[in-house]
């Protein structure tokens, strides 16, 4: 018993020293300004990291045009943070028309970039997620009632022309309009992808000539089933057993 008493006492007082021992040293690297320790807290965001490792999962981005909307990154999410909708070519092949991550619900485990079939699902080195326009790339806040509202193409090009125009040299229409589908204070961070490739009118197009080469294919389909129906009922073709000519009768001879 005490025995137990004093070693636990002994165990105690040597974790204690182990541990001053390593804080010391960090103290000692922090007033030198060299080592390790240096780099272990920085005040963010007045002192931004340097460099950021190459094997980090920063937020994610999507390459819409090698998207073709398997779900499976929905699939395998599990917080459910996107939306997508698929459209498809005149040439019947599928894409994003809508393609929606709400990095605000996203938890950074990169599964979904495991489970990409086409690896148009990518995670940047980034870690900082300020709402801005990037090239084909929109991260809004979003409020509540503004994540079911699909931007098409017009909005889209609309949506380009004003989000990086300072608020004061906006028209009325276009503050109001902006109101309407983004949120500085929404709750809901969204990176959109891949929005409205097609006009409805181009959308009307594009189904037009995707069932136009689907009568085609269908005519030509039928054209040649009935070609080799008409082959099969010709002379030339398979001749029926009723037609084929029987042996000659041999002669029985004399005495038959």
């Known amino acids: 018993m005490?025995?137990?008493?004093?070693?636990?006492?002994?165990?105690?007082?040597?974790?204690?020293?182990?541990?001053?021992?390593?804080?010391?040293?960090?103290?000692?690297?922090?007033?030198?300004?060299d080592g390790g320790a240096t780099a272990v807290t920085r005040q963010y965001p007045q002192e931004p990291a340097v460099t950021v490792g190459t094997r980090v999962r920063g937020h994610l981005v999507n390459d819409a045009p090698r998207c073709i909307v398997c779900h499976a990154c929905d699939k395998a999410c599990p917080v459910d943070c996107f939306v997508m909708d698929l459209e498809r070519t005149g040439e019947n092949k599928p894409r994003a028309s809508r393609f929606d991550i709400?990095?605000?619900?996203?938890?950074?485990?990169?599964?979904?970039?495991?489970?990409?079939?086409?690896?148009?699902?990518?995670?940047?080195?980034?870690?900082?997620?300020?709402?801005?326009?990037?090239?084909?790339r929109y991260l809004f806040r979003r409020g509540a009632d503004q994540l079911d509202r699909r931007l098409d193409e017009p909005d889209v090009v609309r949506l380009a022309r004003i989000a990086d125009q300072p608020r004061e040299q906006l028209a009325a229409e276009?503050?109001?309009?902006?109101?309407?589908?983004?949120?500085?204070?929404?709750?809901?961070?969204?990176?959109?992808?891949?929005?409205?490739?097609?006009?409805?009118?181009?959308?009307?197009?594009?189904?037009?000539?995707?069932?136009k080469r689907k009568a085609e294919a269908a005519a030509k389909a039928a054209a040649l089933k009935k070609a080799k129906e008409a082959a099969a009922k010709q002379p030339g073709g398979a001749t029926p057993a009723a037609a084929t000519p029987a042996a000659p009768a041999q002669d029985p001879g004399p005495g038959a």
Not at 13 to 28: D, E, P, Y
Not at 110 to 124: E, F, H, N, Q
Not at 183 to 189: E, T
């Open 2 to 33: 005490i025995l137990a008493w004093v070693n636990g006492i002994y165990e105690g007082v040597a974790s204690f020293l182990v541990g001053m021992r390593t804080t010391a040293r960090f103290f000692a690297e922090n007033v030198r300004g």
């Open 102 to 136: 709400d990095l605000a619900k996203c938890i950074y485990c990169g599964l979904c970039v495991r489970a990409c079939p086409t690896g148009s699902l990518t995670m940047t080195t980034g870690f900082e997620i300020d709402p801005r326009h990037e090239g084909s």
């Open 174 to 211: 276009d503050r109001a309009w902006l109101d309407s589908v983004i949120d500085p204070q929404g709750p809901h961070l969204i990176g959109m992808y891949g929005m409205g490739y097609y006009t409805p009118e181009q959308k009307a197009a594009a189904d037009a000539e995707r069932e």
